[in-house]
T-cell receptor, first 113, second 113 residues
């Protein structure tokens, strides 16, 4: 079975631009969550979605938004990029809301210049 | 919000020795505590987890202990091997319909052959 897949793997943007990152969960998993991992630090929780509804939100500004589609895939959007948004963005999926085990994708490395 | 502290930030052990990594959390509502191993350039992988109604869990050379009263949990790796070298992250999760995930800052473990 395919694991969690994310695209693109690498991305370079300039300040002020907008970016969209994509995630496909493990087949059968209904919940997707997003994390920002700055080099040398632990992942920071951004959003969680289940059945297209937001079910969790971390301490990130409104420039960050996400959505989940009927096929359970998800997009993370970041507007008005700042240099500090440079990070590895990880997506994780889990089977159900009641199942806590998270399975991570390999991430999208975003560089903002 | 939840705060998770992880110690030490780096740990070097001789092959065959034991390694212990400790985390403390602040929010008593956290009820699920996973540990992830992240090798350089790779996705975080779940290695062991524990729920708040359990005090200890073991899987071969890896064990996790939880002290709910003191709000701390620890990862124990026995008979360490060079392939155990990686960054280890703990997390405290408030699970349920609305999930909140907080990761520790990571421990870089080096196992010296």
């Amino acid at each position: 079975d395919a694991g969690v897949t994310q695209s693109p793997t690498h991305l370079i943007k300039t300040r002020g631009q907008q970016v969209t990152l994509r995630c496909s969960p493990i087949s059968g998993h209904k919940s997707v969550s997003w994390y920002q991992q700055v080099l040398g630090q632990g992942p920071q929780f951004i959003f969680q979605y289940y059945e297209k509804e937001e079910r969790g939100r971390g301490n990130f500004p409104d420039r960050f938004s996400a959505r989940q589609f009927p096929n359970y895939s998800s997009e993370l959007n970041v507007n008005a990029l700042l240099l500090g948004d440079s990070a590895l963005y990880l997506c994780a999926s889990r089977l159900e809301v009641a199942n806590e085990k998270l399975f991570f994708g390999s991430g999208t490395q975003l560089s903002v210049l | 919000g939840e705060n998770v502290e992880q110690h030490p930030s780096t740990l070097s052990v001789q092959e065959g020795d034991s390694a212990v990594i400790k985390c403390t959390y602040s929010d008593s509502a956290s009820n699920y505590f996973p540990w992830y191993k992240q090798e350089l350039g790779k996705r975080p992988q779940l290695i062991i987890d524990i729920r708040s109604n359990v005090g200890e869990k073991k899987d071969q050379r890896i064990a996790v202990t939880l002290n709910k009263t003191a709000k701390h949990f620890s990862l124990h790796i026995t008979e360490t091997q060079p392939e155990d070298s990686a960054v280890y992250f703990c997390a405290a999760i408030i699970s349920g319909g609305y999930q909140k995930v907080t990761f520790g800052t990571g421990t870089k473990l080096q196992v010296i052959p």
